[in-house]
């Protein structure tokens, strides 16, 4: 698979990640280890170098996964993980005082049975600390070889200045798909101007851009998408056309809906690395087909044109937890 540089960083991964969450959280029960294992080495067979996971995944569950899975190969691999939940668990709260921070990082390593972490995000710009701080006790760690590089997840401008003047920022992973292009506004044009690479997560929409779910889908116990707005039934039904558009342009170009949309994130910058989810080897197979679909200026275009009248419904989190996005 084609590699990639995560912006002026000098961190190579593989063009398309494996977004390890939904093994274990956030999309229903937790996946059998074996099972786990085997769809993280089979996406090593196939290529992939960069894996993501968070402490937030399961109270450590998902690192710990990852850690056994990537054991064989991984001085091979990119390793990304999260700090900056109380105790681990979303419902506490956010926790990034430079404490935390360390002792996070210290039960991470443990978890993922190695001795440093390659790409360290700040889960969530916590309001309590200051981005200086937080950046700080990152630096911290980087001087002392337990992490090699920081990164931010869904930060606004104001947070990625702030932490990048003290240390800098390799990568913000936050949401970007062509169900949610706000990123184009004001977070892709500081990504380049400061030379952070972007690592988006839910590119396939959480699964609502591949064609699969529709107004009469039900979601199982523990899927967290039966929480968002965007995903209420009226909101689906209104939604189709954007998936009902994409698929006849895949059509067109005889791949998947979510090759397409794949590519379609893939060509807006060399340095956008996108991470999809997901738990079966054939829906990882198709996936990473989508690396190898090269879409040409006129295709890029047309797919612009063909969505851009399209306006969707729904917001993308509820208003209790919504998006710090802008700060």
Request: charged share 25%.
């Amino acid at each position: 698979m084609e590699k990639r540089i995560l912006g002026n960083s000098g961190l190579e991964v593989s063009a398309l990640g494996l977004g390890c969450m939904g093994l274990s959280f956030a999309y229903g029960p937790a996946i059998d280890n074996a099972t786990g294992i085997a769809l993280i080495r089979g996406a090593f067979e196939r290529g992939v170098t960069f894996f993501d996971t968070a402490q937030a995944y399961g109270q450590g569950a998902n690192e710990e996964l990852v850690g056994e899975a990537v054991a064989p190969f991984r001085d091979q691999i990119v390793i990304a993980t999260k700090f900056g939940f109380t105790d681990g668990l979303v419902a506490k709260g956010l926790d990034s005082r430079p404490e935390n921070i360390r002792a996070v990082t210290e039960a991470s390593l443990k978890h993922l049975k190695t001795d440093h972490i390659d790409l360290l995000y700040q889960h969530r710009v916590d309001p309590n600390v200051p981005m200086e701080d937080v950046a700080g006790a990152v630096k911290e760690l980087i001087q002392a070889g337990k992490v090699k590089h920081f990164g931010m997840s869904e930060a606004g401008v104001r947070s990625i200045r702030a932490a990048h003047a003290v240390q800098p920022v390799a990568a913000l992973q936050s949401e970007y798909s062509l169900f949610w292009r706000e990123p184009e506004k004001e977070i892709l044009p500081l990504l380049e101007e400061l030379g952070i690479g972007f690592v988006p997560f839910s590119p396939l929409g959480k699964g609502f851009l591949t064609g699969k779910i529709d107004n009469t889908t039900k979601f199982g116990e523990g899927d967290f998408r039966a929480t968002l707005p965007r995903f209420e039934a009226e909101n689906r039904k209104a939604n189709m056309d954007l998936v009902d558009r994409l698929g006849e342009l895949a059509k067109k170009h005889g791949v998947t809906n979510a090759q397409i949309a794949l590519a379609w994130l893939l060509a807006q910058k060399p340095w956008i690395v996108p991470i999809p989810g997901t738990t079966k080897l054939h829906r990882l197979e198709e996936n990473l087909g989508g690396a190898s679909v090269v879409l040409a200026a006129a295709d890029l275009n047309e797919i612009d044109a063909a969505l851009s009248h399209i306006e969707l419904v729904g917001e993308r989190y509820p208003a209790a937890i919504r998006d710090r996005q802008g700060r």
